[in-house]
């Protein structure tokens, strides 16, 4: 068959990792599919933002994963795919943990050859391979997994890390072995990997995102006293200990104050400004109001 398209696809692998599976990081060079203005404005100022399109591409070879519900975007390949359900009593108790945890109770297994592609987005993605080793993460930051992972929920064990932290009562458990992906709201280079050995790191704000089995989490004041934390400006702190590693992301929450405050100028008032000018010319008389005599 004959065609005047070249699908010449202009993406950029970043990242490769290799197990049983292989996981790939792709990137797309450049969007070029606006057909109308406001979707061109949009894509222009991405391109100076420097936002780009990625996607997850996994390929099989016999093993097995898991992915995010309703992730994917399309596969390739005889590939079955199934239900991570289980007996009924399985079922239940992945209800109840889907319910504590905040992560979707079914999740897609695939297992065969070929390749699955899951669907494209504007995030940020981090792969680690765990050598029968745990992790606990913050909620929604899982994308996929090999089979070989066991996904869980973990519970904050002290009352002041339960009470007063601001990580939740419950975060996302991963155990085992095998490649995990991680969707992550921050470029790599803005995560700062700390290495504890029997070790205290402090922080003030919801802005860690991983740690190690190994790492005890708790709440703690500034000050020997809560009047003495609340004239300190700090009030409580979450405080890791022991031995292991934590993620942070301390730009996360500028990017959170961005998101929620807004812009009174750029894409948002540029968007208004040309839709009220749209609306209605300026030459045009409003049918509301009659001529004036």
Known sequence: MKTNISMNNT????????????????????????????????????????????????????????????????????IEVSTNTGGLFSLSKKFVSSKISGEPVIKPHFKGVGEILLEPSFGHYALLELEEEEIIIDDSLFFAAEDGIEI?????????????????????????????????????????????VDDVLKIDGNFSVLRTAGIQFTVEKTTKTLIGSGFSGEGLLNVFRGTGEVWLMPTRVVYDRILSEGLSFGVGGMDNMMGDTWKKHPKEKDPEKKDEK
């Open 11 to 78: 993406l950029t692998k970043l990242s490769e990792f290799k197990n049983v599976s292989t996981f790939q990081v792709l990137e797309y060079d450049d969007l070029k599919g606006g057909t109308d203005v406001k979707t061109a404005f949009m894509l222009s100022y991405m391109r100076e933002a420097n936002i780009k399109l990625r996607q997850l591409r996994i390929v099989l070879s016999g093993g097995g994963v898991y992915t995010e519900a309703n992730a994917l975007s399309f596969m390739r390949g005889p």
């Open 152 to 196: 869980g929920v973990s519970s904050m064990k002290t009352v002041s890390s339960a009470l007063f932290g601001t990580e939740g009562l419950f975060q996302t458990k991963l155990k085992g072995s095998g490649i995990v992906v991680l969707e992550i709201p921050v470029p790599e280079t803005e995560i700062f990997k700390y290495s504890l």
